[in-house]
């Protein structure tokens, strides 16, 4: 069993600064990266930054030079700086945890979390 829980979200004036964290929980034998992803009302989910064990991380073209993610690789838990925010950064943010664990034999799998909302008013 893996769970996945975020947390940090809240109001913010734009150009306020937020810090959302995930933690991944469970029987994990190897953590190969975590991602953050964000869904605006009416909006498809997309992809907002992922970073890999070995600590190689990739952003959408609309957060760089705002967002920096990182990880603790030893306690399963990602970060999402967010500066400079802006009204358009609105959104529920989910994390996304890729990594091998147990079930009837050692398996690759992706498990989400359940969501944290970050508004920024303008």
């Known amino acids: 069993q893996v769970q996945v829980v975020e947390s940090g979200g809240g109001l913010v004036q734009a150009g306020g600064s937020l810090r959302l964290s995930c933690v991944v929980s469970?029987?994990?034998?190897?953590?190969?990266?975590i991602g953050w992803f964000r869904q605006a009302p009416g909006n498809e989910r997309e992809l907002v930054a992922t970073?890999?064990?070995?600590?190689?991380?990739n952003y959408a073209d609309s957060v760089k030079g705002r967002f920096t993610i990182s990880m603790e690789n030893a306690k399963y838990t990602a970060y999402l700086q967010m500066n400079s925010l802006k009204p358009e950064d609105t959104a529920v943010y989910y994390c996304?945890?890729?990594?091998?664990?147990?079930?009837?034999?050692?398996?690759?799998?992706?498990?989400w979390g359940q969501g944290t909302q970050v508004t920024v008013a303008s």
């Open positions: 970073i890999d064990s070995g600590g190689i991380t």
């Open positions: 469970g029987t994990i034998f190897k953590m190969n990266s």
């Open positions: 996304k945890g890729n990594l091998l664990t147990w079930k009837r034999g050692v398996l690759n799998a992706e498990y």
